[in-house]
């Protein structure tokens, strides 16, 4: 385990956002998709394909001062925030990934409270704002990988899921974490779809997974209270899983000692397995699961066992077979 | 009367056709695209060749229910605009999404059953827009009709690509629905019904007499 990993030192929110990075990048984007168009409408193929590729994310690291914690542990700068909060899954608003943005505008993340219980000592309901004060703040840089084939690295703040876990004692028979967001059909567009999914979402760990470091129950994004698009209030962060494990807009935490059925198990159990661990090797039918499009960037890059983060998650499926537990 | 006035506006299927790949063109040099530029650009040169190609199937039955017979014309462009659109989206994922890495895309070919079936539908595409002209018409002589007859394959193949890359089937289930009724118009018994139907003496066969563009 390496500390660098997870804990940052605490600065000012004012730090941590470097503007002049965003607008570069932006710039750079631009200039891009320029000449990009250029290239369509002559129908010639862009050479510069792959070679342009490293410029964004080395022009930003090489700006960042030192400490700031804008790099991720392999020194991979961070997503803007522009590009973390306009695009984004979030089926409780729709299946794009653009409109997400618009739609979450109007949504209310106060008054709110999480109830934690099933299997465990003393079952509690936590108002939000007592969550943000109740366990230390840390700020984390992770990389964010979808299982569309799409990846981020976003700098999140929170606390560590085992610390409220063990807030609430789990009993010895816990074996899952059961995940429950929010049913509100009248702001979520998406939960009035009557032809797609079963909600509300429901996402599950299994304990040993739940307890895990790295295992980040988020309420902010950028030093700045998370966005609602970004699953406001609370919402998890599991870097070593594809994006979809982690839940957003939680209300409810339940251990249990069946292994619950998820949203995504349930909607499609062929393509989406239990434990959505980022594996290279496990191929799903509509993305690339070898390689992957980090946001911002031009060439694609390979994707890690777990997302890069083997070093700490992979004693957890020791023995498992992967293509199989999915 | 009515077919009079359309035939004026036959013309537009230029700029229509054309109109897609303006926007995506201002969109793209105003910065307009998502984050995720690549995947935008490759939707908005894939929708637009799915429309097109399934517009191109649209021109005979035109003809047969409503006895369009300029709307015949209208299919060498609009098979050639969409191949147009086949090759940038073909480009987009070859060169911009993969970096020519040919590698990873046979990979990818072989892997994914939808990028399977696009390609299939791509290679079926070339002969027939290599030979949409005069002199391959003249060379090919009948086969010319039996070779274009190859679009019948090709749609479906468009469309089972669009279906198979979807995570929400219902778009793709519509140009399947609206591809399946085009289909059922080719079928002899039903072209005979609404020629009868329309003009009572009228032949088919004197469609067959407008197929050189």
Redesign the interface.
């Known amino acids: 385990m390496n500390a660098r990993r997870r804990t940052w030192p605490q600065i000012a929110a004012s730090e941590i956002t470097p503007e002049h990075i965003y607008r570069s990048r ?1 710039q750079f ?2 200039a ?3 000449s ?3 290239g ?2 002559v ?1 010639c ?2 050479s510069d ?2 070679s342009a590729a490293p410029t964004p994310a080395a022009d930003a690291t090489s700006r960042l001062p030192y400490g700031v914690g804008t790099v991720d542990e392999l020194g991979k700068a961070a ?1 803007s925030f ?2 973390i909060t ?2 984004n899954n979030y089926y409780e608003f729709s ?1 794009g ?2 409109e997400v943005h618009t739609l979450a505008s109007g949504f209310k993340t106060e008054p709110w409270t999480v109830a934690v219980d099933g299997l465990v000592g003393k079952p509690q309901s936590f108002d939000i704002d007592d969550l943000r004060t109740m366990f230390d703040q840390e700020e984390r840089v992770y990389r964010l990988r979808c299982v569309e084939g ?1 990846s981020m690295v976003i700098p999140w703040q929170g606390f560590a899921l085992s610390k409220l876990l063990k807030a609430v004692e789990p009993s010895a028979a816990a074996k899952f974490v059961r995940f429950e967001s929010v049913s509100r059909p009248e702001e979520m567009p998406g939960q009035n779809d009557i ?2 999914f079963q909600w509300p979402y429901v996402e599950a760990l299994r304990l040993d997974e739940a307890m895990n470091d790295l295992a980040l129950v988020v309420t902010g994004l950028y030093g700045k209270p998370l966005p609602a698009q970004n699953g406001a209030p609370l919402r998890l962060a599991l870097p070593w899983k594809y994006g979809f494990k982690s839940a957003k807009a939680i209300v409810k935490i339940t251990l249990t000692a069946e292994q619950p059925a998820t949203f995504w198990t349930t909607a499609n159990a062929a393509e989406y397995g239990f434990y959505g661990n980022v594996n290279p090797d496990v ?1 799903h ?2 993305w ?1 699961q ?2 992957e ?1 980090r ?2 960037e ?3 890059q390979r994707t890690l066992m777990f997302n890069g983060y083997e070093s700490s998650v992979a004693a957890l499926y020791q023995g498992m077979d992967l293509a199989v537990n999915y | 009367m009515i077919n009079i006035s359309l035939k004026r506006f036959a013309w537009l299927v230029h700029p229509l056709a054309l109109l897609p790949l303006a926007l995506l063109a201002v969109d793209t040099a105003l910065d307009n695209l998502s984050v995720n530029f690549i995947q935008d650009i490759t939707e908005r040169t894939g929708i637009p060749a799915l429309v097109l190609l399934v517009l191109s199937i649209a021109c005979t039955p035109l003809n047969t229910v409503f006895g369009w017979k300029w709307a015949v014309a209208l299919r060498k462009p609009l098979g050639l605009y969409a191949f147009l659109y086949v090759c940038l989206h073909l480009l987009t994922f070859t060169a911009l999404d993969y970096g020519l890495d040919w590698g990873a895309i046979a990979t990818e070919v072989g892997e994914k059953r939808y990028i399977l079936v696009g390609t299939a539908a791509f290679l079926l595409l070339v002969p027939l827009a290599l030979t949409s002209n005069k002199a391959a018409m003249r060379r090919l002589g009948k086969n010319w009709k039996r070779l274009h007859l190859l679009v019948y394959a090709i749609v479906p193949l468009a469309v089972l690509h669009y279906l198979w890359l979807s995570k929400d089937p219902r778009p793709a289930l519509l140009f399947g629905a609206a591809t399946g009724v085009l289909l059922l118009l080719r079928l002899p018994v039903l072209r005979r019904a609404f020629s009868a139907l329309r003009k009572p003496g009228a032949s088919v066969d004197r469609q067959k007499t407008d197929t050189a563009m």
């Open positions: 932006r984007l631009r891009a998709g320029a990009i168009g250029a369509l409408l129908a193929a862009p394909g792959s997503n522009e590009q306009t695009y299946t990934k653009e799409w032809f797609s191929d039918p509509r690339s070898r390689s499009r946001i911002g031009l060439s694609r």
